[in-house]
């Protein structure tokens, strides 16, 4: 009797110790694809909201997305205005993440690219870039326009390290900051501003020199692809390989925990935090510079386009990863040149995108959250 009771007792021993309960070996292959399939699913619904919307407008729908095709990939110049416009939304989506790492949220991304193209622009037009030798003549510009992002973003970062002011703040008052120096700078000849002829001279700089303009990839196509793509390529791998294995992603890692722990275990965080936010924002700076030496190669107020802001956005949807940073970069760069495109062939406006890019930040987010509730069970 005593032998034939112990077999029952030891039979759960023997579960408990190996393989997990059956209830849970039953559901954890089933949690992987509903990870997977959540985020893709709320950006799908995010995509038909933004149908519906086109739809209540009163134009047809396969004209809408025949035109916001055509904006996309209609022509190999549609690919690359879509790829180019991917750019500086993945640096600062990059400076987000990186600054996330430590608990910190830079929101000032729109101000950090109007630094970039500010210094990038005076670098280029009055600083003698243009007389510098081979490639300095462009990576002079473009070095100025990150050192002034960085400085930018340095300051939110010595404002929270010393003072304690919260940097979403900071970030986003000195948005505004830098978005009144770039009017300032092209308002005034004794700045950036062109010599002005007439009265008709619009309040906008000289075109930079030829020398410093970004090299194209492909010479001779007539192809605006600049090297622009191979930087925030680079900026990728170098940003993902530090946060995930190197050791400034751990100790960044560590101060946005717990900053009491850190300290005490030695590591300097007012030097972290500013350091973050100084990276960040360099990275915003570097967007600007390639927007000037890349794209626009002047500087005019507005040039930023809010694409400091959509940057933002990539940065949040990324959730701390390089690689969905590039990937989320190039379907928002997508949505610029297809939503511009349906603007000006379909008569859908604009505001119709930004609703769109709207509904799919709530959903990504509402997406993650069911995903984190999920795994905690």
């Not at 007792?9 to 959540?38: N, T």
């Not at 002034?148 to 404002?159: E, P, R």
Request: proline share 5%; charged share 10%.
């Amino acid at each position: 009797m005593t032998a034939d009771a112990a077999v029952p007792d030891a039979a759960p021993a023997a579960v408990s110790d190996g393989a997990p309960a059956p209830g849970r070996a039953a559901r954890r292959p089933l949690r992987l694809p509903v990870e997977r399939l959540l985020p893709i699913a709320a950006l799908a619904g995010a995509l038909g909201i933004g149908l519906l919307l086109v739809r209540a407008t009163g134009v047809p729908v396969r004209d809408a997305l025949s035109a916001f095709w055509e904006g996309i990939a209609g022509s190999s110049f549609a690919v690359v205005g879509s790829v180019t416009r991917a750019v500086p939304l993945g640096l600062v989506g990059l400076g987000y993440i990186l600054a996330e790492r430590a608990n910190l949220t830079n929101v000032g991304g729109e101000g950090q690219i109007c630094l970039g193209g500010i210094f990038a622009a005076a670098a280029s037009l009055s600083w003698g870039a243009a007389k510098l030798p081979g490639p300095l003549a462009f990576l002079f510009p473009l070095a100025v326009g990150t050192l002034a992002g960085g400085a930018w973003g340095a300051i939110a970062g010595v404002l929270k390290a010393r003072r304690g002011s919260n940097e979403v703040i900071t970030t986003l008052l000195l948005t505004f900051v830098a978005m009144q120096m770039v009017y300032g700078s092209v308002q005034s000849v004794h700045l950036l501003r062109q010599p002005m002829t007439d009265s008709a001279t619009l309040p906008e700089s000289l075109e930079i020199p030829a020398a410093t303009q970004l090299p194209v990839l492909i010479k001779g196509s007539g192809l605006p692809l600049h090297i622009g793509i191979v930087i925030v390529v680079l900026a990728a791998v170098v940003v993902g390989v530090c946060l995930a294995r190197g050791a400034v992603g751990l100790r960044l890692r560590a101060v946005g925990q717990n900053q009491t722990a850190a300290r005490r275990a030695g590591l300097p965080v007012e030097r972290l935090v500013i350091g973050a936010l100084a990276a960040s924002g360099a990275l915003g700076g570097l967007a600007g510079a390639i927007m000037v030496q890349g794209d626009q190669h002047y500087l005019t107020s507005g040039f930023s386009s809010g694409f400091g802001f959509d940057g933002l956005v990539v940065g949040l949807l990324a959730r701390g990863s390089a690689t969905a940073t590039v990937a989320f970069a190039l379907l928002f760069g997508c949505l610029r040149s297809g939503g511009m495109s349906m603007e000006m062939s379909a008569a859908v406006p604009s505001a119709v995108v930004v609703v769109c890019q709207g509904v799919m930040v709530v959903s990504m987010a509402t997406a993650a959250a069911l995903v984190r509730r999920r795994g905690a069970r």
